[in-house]
T-cell receptor
Framework: GEDVEQSLFLSVREGDSSVINCTYT??????LYWYKQEPGAGLQLLTY?????DMKQDQRLTVLLNKKDKHLSLRIADTQTGDSAIYFC??????????FGTGTSLTVIP | EAGVAQSPRYKIIEKRQSVAFWCNPI?????LYWYQQILGQGPKLLIQ????????DSQLPKDRFSAERLKGVDSTLKIQPAKLEDSAVYLC??????????????FGAGTRLSVL
């Protein structure tokens, strides 16, 4: 399968911005996604970006895509304690196959 | 609209026993996925259905895992016999078939399996 890599942990103070990074290997990816997983719950889609875009903003969330470097990031502005969770990036291929990263555990310190 | 439903939420079995999980996707979603999520890892696709046909089962350990979606709606995933390394959360997801949305997956809460 394809490799999708993320750093494992991130801690930020409440009110600061969080930036979660992801790298992937498949240059033919069609969509890239960010999912949030809270303890004991399934994955919740936060946002996604089409591979021919380089930025997408949705309220407190900003997604940046550098297709040349195969790098995706998620910025959360004004991070709140309710944002504490595991964040997964994922990519889909033209064949509609999905590959998930290992997840980044975000801890928000009050 | 109702989300993806899975049952049971938790299951504890001994190794070599059998277990089955059930998934009801969002109404009208033609594509259904089963994932295995081992603690500390991202979800790994086991099998993908389009209606009642299998699209991708390349990562399904077919000697012990089986899945079906006979009427193109609900699906069951079975493990027989279970091994210790099968302890994981089994996630079901579905996606619609519209061109614009077909790549967005909606996940159920998962079934947490512990094999002792």
């Amino acid at each position: 399968g394809e490799d999708v890599e993320q750093s494992l942990f991130l801690s930020v103070r409440e009110g600061d911005s969080s930036v979660i990074n992801c790298t992937y290997t498949d240059s033919s990816s069609t969509y890239l996604y960010w999912y949030k997983q809270e303890p004991g719950a399934g994955l919740q889609l936060l946002t996604y970006i089409f591979s021919n875009m380089d930025m997408k903003q949705d309220q407190r969330l900003t997604v940046l895509l550098n297709k040349k470097d195969k790098h995706l990031s998620l910025r959360i502005a004004d991070t709140q304690t309710g944002d504490s969770a595991i964040y997964f990036c994922a990519e889909s291929t033209p064949g509609n196959q999905f590959y998930f990263g290992t997840g980044t555990s975000l801890t928000v310190i009050p | 609209e109702a989300g993806v439903a899975q049952s049971p939420r938790y299951k504890i079995i001994e190794k070599r026993q059998s277990v089955a999980f059930w998934c009801n996707p969002i109404s009208g979603h033609a594509t259904l996925y089963w994932y295995q999520q081992i603690l500390g890892q991202g979800p790994k696709l086991l099998i993908q259905f389009q209606n009642n046909g299998v699209v991708d089962d390349s990562q399904l350990p077919k000697d012990r895992f089986s899945a079906e979606r006979l009427k193109g709606v609900d699906s069951t995933l079975k493990i027989q016999p279970a091994k210790l390394e099968d302890s994981a959360v089994y996630l079901c997801a579905s996606s619609p078939t519209g061109t614009r949305d077909k790549n967005i997956q909606y996940f159920g809460a998962g079934t947490r399996l512990s094999v002792l």
